[in-house]
């Protein structure tokens, strides 16, 4: 699939995975609309990218994925600008990695707001966008916490292991529509997800390696679907 021309919808692409993701379609010749949780945020990014890639192929919008009305008019002016829609990337994710007797109804709720029900909602937006193109493809950035859950992560594993069946059901249900399904499940990663400040990690994935997959499973031939796929840090700190 050469990805020349083609729109992707990056949600959560004004830093770390999203935007290294925005970064590695622009390369790739595609359009780009990304989302962002504050105008500034999605700004600033258009900005930086926009700077390294000339021709108004991207766009930001202010538009939080748990809300399904925001959604929508993020993807309508999305397709309004560049004609449809091929490509969806939901990257949105938050983690809020606290103990059980601490995780309280807010903090579950942005969880799983974000991370499994802001899916359904982009997903609800696209789908019918990309029939009408003929087929498209929908990636999904889960984690490795999905199938090895942690201390503290109860809220965040919970969200990652449920999108990770969301989208083999959805993948069955719309692949004969011409639309792919798949999802990557990062191991650790050295962005801000940890919060601003986070100490660097040299040995931890980078965000521009998950973009790398992103990209090489849109290359894809047609007739090939990489469902799922793990990604690891080669040389992580060894366990005393």
Not at 42 to 70: K, Q
Not at 136 to 145: D, E, F, R, V
Not at 178 to 188: D, E, F, H, N, Q
Not at 221 to 233: K, T
Request: hydrophobic share 45%.
């Amino acid at each position: 699939m050469s990805l020349t021309s083609k729109t992707a919808f990056v949600t959560g692409g004004s830093r770390g995975i999203g935007l290294a993701i925005a970064r590695a379609l622009l390369e790739e010749g595609a359009n780009v609309a990304l989302t962002a949780t504050t105008d500034r945020s999605a700004s600033r990014a258009v900005a930086e990218l926009a700077a390294a890639f000339p021709g108004d192929r991207v766009i930001g919008i202010e538009a939080n994925v748990r809300d399904l009305a925001a959604v929508e008019r993020a993807m309508a002016a999305a397709t309004d600008r560049f004609g449809g829609l091929d490509i969806l990337i939901n990257n949105a994710g938050v983690g809020r990695l606290v103990p059980f007797d601490q995780l309280t109804p807010d903090i579950w709720n942005d969880v799983i707001g974000t991370n499994l029900t802001g899916v359904f909602n982009c997903c609800h937006a696209a789908i019918p966008r990309m029939r009408a193109r003929g087929g498209g493809w929908i990636i999904n950035i889960s984690s490795l916490a999905s199938t090895n859950p942690f201390v503290n992560g109860t809220a965040y594993c919970a969200s990652k292991a449920a999108l990770n069946a969301f989208s083999e059901a959805l993948m069955q249900e719309i692949r004969y529509d011409g639309i792919k399904v798949s999802y990557v499940m990062p191991g650790s990663v050295d962005t801000e997800f940890g919060g601003r400040g986070a100490a660097k990690r040299g040995w931890a994935l980078q965000g521009e390696d998950v973009a790398e997959v992103v990209v090489d499973l849109l290359r894809h031939p047609s007739r090939s679907l990489p469902s799922r796929v793990e990604m690891r840090p080669s040389q992580p700190p060894r366990k005393s």
